[in-house]
């Protein structure tokens, strides 16, 4: 049964949870567009409105200026929902995560310039292990700093449908809380918006911990 708003019965979605959602997107945004996470109108967000759609950023809009106005629906196929907005290019590396885990709640994906040095640095091995630190139990279902998380890095392409079988591939090795993707940027996700972003600042740290570290011991 589809859901329905009283502003408007035709929609497929409830209105107000898209709207109630935009502005937390719109929010968060923001915060990690102030922190130097988004330039250049780079980086997209979503978070699920329900068990077939999720609100997602509308292509190459300035991450940091987001109104309701900028953030649209999609179905799980990475189709536009009601609108002839163009969603984000990266649509398919959101709805993949809605479709294969009901627990994912919201993805965020950021161009840090921590998280853009160190996909280019950890590229030719694939992963950056993250071993020994506190905060990795900022990861959700982690409990202690003593088990290695392994951040993988994919190779960059503009073919969203092979990337998005890539990732489908490292989802089926076992658990993961986000990758990077080589000179591009980094993926995170987490069960509502507060968690995926505990992840994302999570990785941040840990990244620039990582690459201060590699230069210290030089
Ligand atoms: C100028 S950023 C290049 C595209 C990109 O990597 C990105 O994150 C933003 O793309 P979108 O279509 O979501 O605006
Ligand atoms: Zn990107």
């Not at 923001?30 to 979503?46: D, H, I, K, Q």
């Not at 309701?68 to 959101?94: N, W, Y």
Request: with cysteine; charged share 25%; net charge negative.
């Amino acid at each position: 049964m589809p859901t329905t708003s009283p502003a408007n019965t035709a929609l497929p979605y409830d209105a107000d949870a898209l709207a109630r959602t935009a502005d937390a997107i719109a929010a968060l945004t923001r915060e990690l567009a102030a922190l130097g996470w988004t330039p250049a109108t780079s980086s997209n967000f979503s978070a699920r409105l329900d068990e077939r759609h999720a609100a997602i950023t509308v292509s190459g809009r300035d991450k940091g200026r987001l109104g309701r106005a900028d953030i649209m629906v999609v179905d799980f196929a990475g189709k536009p929902v009601a609108t002839d907005q163009r969603p984000s290019a990266e649509t398919l590396l959101h709805t993949q995560l809605y479709a294969r885990f009901a627990e994912v709640g919201c993805v965020l994906h950021t161009h840090s310039r921590v998280q853009t040095v160190a996909s280019r640095l950890y590229a030719p091995e694939g992963r950056v292990r993250l071993e020994g630190y506190e905060l990795l139990k900022a990861f959700h279902g982690n409990t202690t700093h003593e088990a290695a998380i392994d951040l993988p890095v994919l190779p960059n392409t503009q073919d969203m449908p092979f990337l998005a079988a890539q990732v489908e591939r490292l989802l089926d090795a076992g658990p993961l809380w986000g990758y990077l993707i080589d000179g591009h940027g980094l993926y995170a996700w987490g069960r509502d918006i507060a968690e995926a972003r505990r992840h994302l600042d999570a990785f941040d740290f840990l990244l620039a911990c990582e690459l201060d570290l590699r230069t210290l011991r030089r």
